[in-house]
């Protein structure tokens, strides 16, 4: 093979993974944008099975099988295409269990327990402004994530969407990598997660509000500090470990948010 061959192969290669990850963009953009839709013409007879689907008592799994297929069915097809790799996705590593690898891991976790308290501190003080303006009923903020903690196993799906949100960030965070290295890679993966956000109405719209509801910028700051503890560290269980006990930590928070508001009140 001459140098042009293996450079048009190599070429090749890089641009496959980036087209599989375009495709991801394109098949969240043109999902939630139709379901939008749908939703806002439910005169329609495709906005009333929407509107049955949502209604349907077994709706919950069928978009977990969805969201199942999206989220972790891309990513595998392209590890089984050889198109990525479990290396790039920071699913293994060459230099793990080596001198110096653990305290990779301590610096990583030191991150992100420093990104836990930052985001407790700010979602306290979120809280107690978000009371002040409540008339009547507080805000029910993670009101999904607290009900499904009510039943048994409701944690296993807190999770299973973290196990989601991982995997698919890692999938296009190899895609940036391959193509710019590991510094501009990581960070292009970022700005390509945020670049898809952009794509869903839903979205679009809390952030255009003058009192947002605080989860999507939350998601942001954890991908954003996903993104760095990923640099350092290049280990995508690790930043999932981190992810949870940030989740569950923010969870456990705001379940307790009214007897904090109580005992603010009566400082105040």
């Given amino acids: ?12 290669y890089r641009v496959e993974l980036v087209l599989w990850v375009l495709g991801s963009v394109l098949i969240y ?26 209604g ?23 590890l089984t295409r050889g198109i990525t790799s479990p290396v790039l996705m920071g699913m293994w590593g060459r230099h793990w269990f080596r001198p110096g690898w653990y305290g990779e891991l301590g610096f990583g976790a030191t991150l992100g327990l420093g990104a836990l308290l930052l985001l407790l501190w700010s979602w306290r003080h979120f809280l107690l402004i978000t009371a002040g303006m409540d008339q009547g009923t507080p805000t029910p903020h993670y009101a999904f994530q607290r009900r499904i903690l009510g039943v048994p196993w409701g944690w296993g799906l807190i999770v299973l969407d973290v196990l989601y949100l991982e995997m698919h960030w890692a999938f296009y965070r190899s895609a940036a990598i391959r193509s710019l290295g590991d510094y501009y890679g990581v960070f292009a993966g ?24 605080g989860e999507t910028m939350t ?41 904090l508001l109580d005992h603010e009140g009566e400082h105040n």
């Fill in 219 to 259: 998601t942001m700051a954890i991908a954003f500090t996903i993104s760095i503890v990923y640099y350092f560290t290049a280990n995508v269980w690790m930043c999932m470990v981190i992810h949870l006990v940030i989740q569950f930590g923010l969870l456990a928070l705001v379940a307790i948010s009214r007897g």
């Fill in 190 to 213: 970022f700005l390509l997660i945020l670049a898809e956000w952009g794509l869903n109405p839903r979205i679009r719209h809390d952030l255009g509000l003058a009192r947002r509801n």
């Fill in 56 to 78: 349907w008592p077994h709706g919950p799994w069928l978009s977990q099988v969805l969201r199942f297929g999206y989220y972790l069915g891309i990513p595998y097809l392209a």
């Fill in 29 to 54: 953009g043109l999902t939630v944008n139709v379901v939008q839709r749908l939703r806002r013409t439910s005169s329609g007879r495709l906005g009333r099975y929407v509107a049955a689907l949502e």
């Fill in 1 to 12: 093979m001459s140098n042009l061959e293996l450079l048009q192969a190599l070429f090749d």
